[in-house]
Nanobody, 122 residues
Framework: VQLQASGGGLVQAGGSLRLSCAASGRTFGSLVMGWFRQPPGKEREFVAGISWSGSRTWYDDSVKGRFTISRDSAKNTTYLQMNSLKPEDTAVYYC????????????????WGQGTLVTVSS
């Protein structure tokens, strides 16, 4: 499985961005997908996850109500819609994939994209 993240950029506080993660391979429909981020000087942290069917989603408390994760199996793509962005959302965002059920820890994910930078100015 190869993952390609895109959609990062510079946005003002209160603005929105949508990240995309395109997956290669024929197993996308069986993958749990997740988004993580790594703020400058900090460790990688969980942001959001979605089940293989798309019926279940889970979020870190810091983004609940502002971010929405979704997936389009026809396009082998996972999205992260980010609204009401704050300066503390500034980070490199990574998409990741694994098999199984709900996962929130980086070591639980087997496959990683290259990361896309999101910068939120105040």
């Amino acid at each position: 499985v190869q993952l390609q993240a895109s959609g990062g950029g510079l946005v003002q506080a209160g603005g929105s961005l949508r990240l995309s993660c395109a997956a290669s391979g024929r197993t996308f429909g069986s993958l749990v997908m997740g988004w993580f981020r790594q703020p400058p000087g900090k460790e990688r942290e969980f942001v959001a996850g979605i089940s293989w069917s798309g019926s279940r989603t889970w979020y870190d408390d810091s983004v609940k109500g502002r971010f929405t994760i979704s997936r389009d199996s026809a396009k082998n793509t996972t999205y992260l819609q980010m609204n009401s962005l704050k300066p503390e959302d500034t980070a490199v965002y990574y998409c990741a994939a694994t098999y199984g059920s709900r996962r929130q820890s980086p070591p639980d994910y087997e496959y990683w994209g290259q990361g896309t930078l999101v910068t939120v100015s105040s």
